[in-house]
């Protein structure tokens, strides 16, 4: 380990009391196996002098035998740790390299970049100061470039290092460096919540600009990776914080002692400091910071140390130690982001347990507000989140935790989930806020269930979804079932455009934006009353397939049915049993679907049926027919 | 205001915060305790961690019979200068069986004294988990493997099955059978616990420090006669060398290196200047690259 100081030759103890002073960075490489990751890391080490000269021969008989540089050194290979990964030439998991400068010691969590990964790169991202985005610049700001982004803006990593790489197979432009970092600003500016882009020209492969300036890029006049690394400033935001310390254990060695073991998430305490302890509120004020050297006077995020309080209050682990004057809230409903990291779905509404600092407590996940994309970080519709997906949900505890919002204190807003059959870590989670009560009556957990309601009415709750023209025979096809459906002992409700524009959404007009509030209002009665174990049954042209969607992904797995009355416009403007055609053909009527309003046929409904080949009667039992055996 | 900290003060606090998780959810841990520099580490900051009160917790060794005498004696020196409970355990088939690795060979005697060995004593005890001193900078398998790393009821280790260990939060929760390795020293390098003996004054075995030591030269490697059972070949005469050793297991599978390092200041200044690395002097690693993530998936610690 080659270190390149003389210092070492001449003068080790001088040497070793400049190294006890270095800092501790550590930083997350985020690229894919193509765009140069590992070489990158394995050139830092070599370049950083770091390599032993038996790694050396090992790295060269292995690039000889399964290398990808044509018997050349492949960097590579130092990083790719596991045989089986090695063998497939693909980093699958996150590990951990270290390497130290003159000025700082570097914990680099190497992690994969595919989109299954994500999980993976987001585990790296937790810890992380800074971050390397890896650009091929032959291939320039691709979708992944933007996953791997938005995956550690999302979990706090401020700072990023765009390494455009692989220069050398552009003949070192310039122009091509600029606009991929133009482009590149064009996303991140909006999407994502950085302090500090640092773009870099590279070439992992040859070395340019990694340690120091390369010839081959003299209209670059910024820093190299390393300069970089050793020249930004090592976060102390965590001291700038509030006081948080999580309790983690009791010290109570006899009668006279009782401490408070813990290591301090945010801020900095001293004797003498008051603090209020979570979620309990009780107050008193530090009386010691003890550690094995001795008392200290001040200890910040960071240190493990042990309180001792002037005031003999029940703490046990699990609470929190806060600053009196500016503590944290404590709640048992947040809305959350999760990431998903298990082979088996995130399901709502099932018991999970809830780690966050030293609190654990069981949860229950909520109906997903939406996912987000990671490629494209648009807001989709889902029910479930599959392994590496990302949603908002809200999320309800069994017991109150004491909390910041991620984003304000990542120490007292991150948490894990674990799955209480299978003892896996399932998910991470970032509280965004806490919820009031009053928001989430639903939440309260209630004896009385949708199974439960239904079962009393010997019936599987539905929502008929009826959707057609104006003219259609909807409401007509509807009428008849219901009565059909009475007849066989069940329990129904009906819902059409004319009785709930009557009441619900007599504030709604005939806009686009109208309609698609006035589907979100029906589809959500629509689920109270399938709560309530009814067969529901509604007829809207409901024209948009979003909308539709977001109705079908409100219901659980069959409870939603579509049908689609497949009239043909023609047909139901020649009966135009109420007159509209006529008046929105003379231009009385705007927005009117199929005049001069688009109709979205839907594409794969549960049931279809054309109006111009059955009677309505028919169709009612075709519907009854479905309902019976699916 | 600031509390300033350095690499190593950040790296004892993570050690510190890690052995306390355990000591809150874990049912019985035990602290494995090889008598090496990394264990020394491990110990000292175990005393640090749970101070004024003592680790709550017994130090284990598995001893293969084989170790270096002058291990032997520190090991009890420190359980009894630290007033510690240390539990010692051979594995009794191999001392019946008299395990000799010249005889045996040394994977058979490492499988049986020192895998099998730990087998034994953690399912003997009932411990849940088990505290070890790897480093991920040791070895490319090390460099994945969890800080709180699971293992089945035959003690394996699945390397496609581990948990995502996010931020500081640890979860700890087992599945009937399972047991769990910790790893308080997984981010520290070779530099950083030497670094920390010398700052905090730990005390370590002697092998470690230069002085002169009666060896043999066998097939390039240098071992210690360290007592009348090793066998000498033909032709091989013991020779005074001056020597110490960079890492320390059993004897006759330990080579030394010729050194004249006999401070902690000298011992880091020549690891800052040699050129190979500290496993090399493992008889157990020459074999393949991959021999470690084998070994472990067997349940070698």
Request: charge should be negative.
């Amino acid at each position: 380990m080659a270190h390149v100081s003389d210092l070492i030759a001449t003068d080790i103890e001088s040497y070793l009391a400049a190294h006890e002073q270095k800092e501790l960075l550590r930083f997350i490489t985020c690229g894919s196996v193509d765009d140069g990751k590992s070489t990158l890391i394995g050139r830092m080490l070599y370049e950083s002098h770091m390599l032993f000269d038996d790694h050396l021969a090992a790295l060269e008989a292995d690039s000889k035998r399964v290398g990808t540089q044509e018997g050349e050194i492949d960097f590579a290979l130092l990083v790719d740790g596991l045989a089986a990964e090695r063998e497939q030439g693909i980093t699958i998991d996150v590990a951990y390299r270290f390497f130290s400068t003159e000025k700082r010691k570097y914990i680099v969590a190497d992690t994969p970049g595919h989109e299954e990964y994500t999980r993976n790169m987001a585990t790296g991202a937790s810890t992380a100061d800074v971050a390397i985005i890896l650009i091929d610049a032959s291939q320039g700001v691709l979708t992944q470039t933007r996953r791997h982004s938005f995956i550690v803006s999302m979990v706090g990593v401020k700072r990023i290092i765009l390494a455009v790489n692989k220069l050398d197979l552009v003949d070192y432009s310039e122009e091509v460096f600029n606009s991929i970092v133009s482009d590149y600003h064009k996303f991140a500016d909006e999407a994502l919540q950085l302090d500090e882009i640092t773009a870099i020209p590279i070439s992992a492969l040859k070395g340019d600009n990694i340690v120091g300036a390369s010839e081959n890029t003299p209209w670059y006049e910024g820093q190299s990776v390393m300069e970089y690394l050793e020249s930004v400033e090592v976060s102390s935001t965590s001291q700038s914080r509030s006081f948080r310390m999580p309790v983690q254990w009791v010290n109570r060695p006899n009668r006279e002692f009782r401490g408070f073991a813990g290591l301090i998430g945010s801020g900095i305490v001293s004797p003498g400091d008051k603090i209020r302890v979570l979620p309990s509120g009780t107050e008193s004020v530090v009386e010691r910071i003890v550690t094995w050297e001795g008392d200290l006077e001040i200890a910040g995020a960071g240190r493990s140390v042990t309180l001792t309080l002037a005031d003999e209050i029940d703490i046990s682990r699990g609470d929190i130690i806060t600053a009196a004057d500016s503590p944290c809230s404590s709640a048992d409903q947040f809305q959350a982001r999760i990431l998903w990291m298990d082979e088996a779905a995130m399901m709502p509404g099932r018991q999970y347990l809830l780690k966050s600092s030293t609190q654990t407590t069981s949860m229950t996940l909520g109906r997903l507000k939406h996912r987000i994309d990671v490629n494209t970080l648009e807001e989709l519709p889902a029910k479930v989140l599959d392994m590496n997906e990302i949603g908002v949900c809200n999320i309800s505890l069994s017991n109150r935790i004491a909390f910041d919002s991620y984003d304000e204190d990542p120490t007292m807003g991150g948490f894990i989930i674990v799955d209480r059959m299978t003892n896996n870590t399932v998910g991470m989670g970032l509280i965004d806020f806490a919820l009031r009560r009053a928001e989430n009556i639903h939440w309260q957990s209630m004896d009385v269930t949708k199974q439960s309601r239904a079962e009393q009415k010997s019936q599987k709750p539905r929502l008929i979804w009826f959707t057609g023209l104006s003219g259609s025979g909807k409401s007509s096809i509807a009428n008849i079932l219901e009565k059909k459906l009475q007849a066989m002992g069940r329990h129904t409700i009906s819902l059409d455009g004319d009785n709930v524009r009557h009441g619900l959404n007599r504030d709604l007009g005939f806009t686009k934006a109208d309609r698609v509030e006035n589907v979100r209002r029906v589809g959500e009665t629509s689920k109270l009353m399938v709560e309530a174990g009814l067969i529901c049954i509604t007829s809207f042209i409901s024209p948009f397939e979003s909308e539709r969607m977001m109705v079908r992904n409100l219901m659980e797995n069959d409870e939603f049915v579509e049908v689609f009355v497949d009239t043909p416009l023609e047909v139901c403007e020649q009966r135009d049993v109420k007159g509209l055609y006529a008046k929105a053909r003379a231009g009385d009527l705007p927005n009117f679907t199929g005049i001069s309003s688009p109709y979205e046929g839907p594409v794969n409904p549960e049931i279809r049926i054309d109006t111009t080949q059955v009677s309505a009667e028919k169709a009612a039992d075709l519907i009854i027919d479905y309902l019976s055996k699916a | 205001m600031q509390d300033r900290m350095t690499h190593l003060q950040r790296l004892e606090a993570e050690a510190i915060h890690i052995m306390r998780e355990v000591v809150a959810e874990a049912e019985n841990p035990v602290m494995l305790y090889s008598i090496g520099k990394d264990s020394s580490v491990m110990l000292h900051i175990a005393m640090k961690a749970f101070y004024p009160a003592k680790p709550p917790f017994p130090i284990m060794h598995i001893d293969t019979m084989w170790k270096f005498s002058e291990m032997i004696e520190f090991r009890e020196k420190m359980a009894e200068d630290l007033g510690l409970d240390l539990i010692v355990h051979i594995n009794p088939e191999g001392q019946e069986m008299g395990m000799n690795p010249f005889i045996h060979g040394s994977s058979v005697h490492t499988d049986t004294m020192k895998t099998q060995g730990l087998k034994q004593a953690l399912d003997a005890h009932g411990f849940d988990v088990a505290f070890g001193g790897a480093r991920r900078d040791e070895e490319k398998s090390r460099a994945k493997e969890r800080i709180f790393s699971f293992r089945n009821e035959s003690h394996h280790w699945d390397p496609k099955r581990q948990r995502p260990e996010l931020w500081n939060l640890y979860n700890s929760r087992k599945n009937n059978g399972e047991s769990i390795r910790v790893f308080p020293l997984s981010n520290w390098t070779e530099l950083d616990i030497w670094q920390y003996i010398h700052l905090e004054n730990i005390p370590i075995v002697p092998l470690y420090l230069a002085k002169p030591r009666s060896v043999v030269e066998r097939d390039g490697v240098l071992i210690l006669v360290d007592d009348d059972r090793l066998p000498l070949k033909e032709g091989e005469e013991p020779m005074m060398k001056t020597v110490r050793f960079r890492t320390l297991g059993c004897y006759p599978l330990t080579g030394a290196v010729e050194s004249e390092a006999d401070t902690l200041p000298d011992i880091i200044q020549e690891m800052l200047l040699t050129t190979t690395s500290e496993r090399q002097g493992r008889v157990i690693d020459f074999d393949s690259s991959a021999s470690m993530e084998k070994k472990k998936q067997e349940g070698y610690f």
